[in-house]
């Protein structure tokens, strides 16, 4: 019954979530540079929460990082200029970070030794993405969202997992690096060790990952536990919790591309931030009871959604 | 956790469960530690600021009804049009109630260099000078980004 209700409430969030973007966007186009919001200012600071709250539960539920969430929804939906957005996007994403990280380092589900050469290039990489993106026209950076956020929708949709990747021997810069370690599986009372391979590729990719990331302002979750999980070998739980401890180093150095060029407005990061970190501790004590499965659909729905929504922007079909 | 970790747990001030789980290493126990004490500050400090903030507490430079009108503008529209300076400005606008914020901001976004910071002397004491010079170069980068020196030019 407690079940059933649940159901019945995140359904119903995520239902009044989805409905109030379509309602809400085309009353707050009207509004634009050098334009005061009719609205009075206090609505904007409480919508914002109230959706990034949102936005924190149902990240949780369906394993994706507040960011992929944030930037293109409140991009696509809100009269904020990219800039502010993905500055917002970035720093939403290493408060999630900053808030898991103490938790999955002492449990050791999140690997340091793991971590650091592939935050040190995914850092570097992001600093160039924020500058790129900051340089490029509004339209030019919507319409590139749109498509790495319809990319994403494609790469969760058809990505697999592999709990226990099989890695039959460590490549010699892991070996080198000395990344490997143990950590203690609860579903079956055990200690799992692990190494990885391909590493010089697996870091590789990183440049690419953390370029997309400061250049978005996205975090980069939905492509860090592919390439730490399938391409580099380390253990599904391993991946996803290394993963999100990483975004803080990455978006971090992002982050203060966009401060140190002004887009900073707290009015639309300082709720969005306590939005969904309160958010994501409710989304937390739902998650044992919750179906994932089913949420992450819906996150694929929204976010294919937004996709197209801030395509269609960029390209000026629906302003 | 062997005896070594577990000893290595206590040194960094963390609790560690009665029988260990798994095998954090020293290094990675005290990033937690600071991670989380940073952490809550930092998370604290943005709540109490913004506060502030709403309730007028201190003057913000943009009234609280203006806002609206400059956030549809580019970064560098946004500056020229209210004549706010670029990079490390803020640091001389505390006064100011929407600025007084970019302090927490700031803060949350230089944790990670404290924790590497943090972590840089037991890895050279370990001898693991590899991943010592790696988290230099971590911190110098963040340091480089937070500066403005890398992202510094023009739009």
Known sequence: MIMKHRKVIVSTLLTAFILFMLMAAPAWAASGPGKASTLAW????????????VMGIVAVLAGVGGGVLFTPIIGGFFPFNMDFVRAAGLIVALSGSLAAGPGLLKRGMADLRLALPVALIASAAAIAGAMVGLKLPDNITQTALGIAILAIVAIMLVAKKSEYPDVKKSDNLSSI???TGIYHEHSTDQDVNWKIHRTPIGLFSFIFIGF?????GLGAGWANVPVLNLMMGAPLKISVATSKFLLATTDTSAAWVYINKGAVIPMII????IGIMLGSLIGVKLLAKTKASAIKMTVIVVLGFSGVRSLLKGLAIWP | MGTTETTAAKKAGVQ??????VQATEEQLLYAKVLDTAMKIGLAGIIVVFAFYLFGVFEPKIPLADVS???????HDYLEATNIKSGWAWTGMYRHGDFLNFFPIAFLA????LCYLSIVPTLFKKKDSIYGILALIEVLILVAAASGLISAGGH
Request: proline residues 7%.
């Open chain 1, 212 to 216: 997309a990331a400061g250049m978005f």
């Open chain 1, 42 to 53: 206090w609505i904007w600071p409480l919508v914002l929460f109230v959706i990034t709250f």
């Open chain 1, 177 to 179: 690096l000395r990344i």
């Open chain 2, 110 to 113: 230089g944790i990670t260099v």
């Open chain 2, 69 to 75: 009108k400059y956030w549809g503008m580019k970064s």
């Open chain 1, 270 to 273: 300082v709720p969005s931030v």
């Open chain 2, 16 to 21: 560690v469960a009665a029988t260990p789980l």
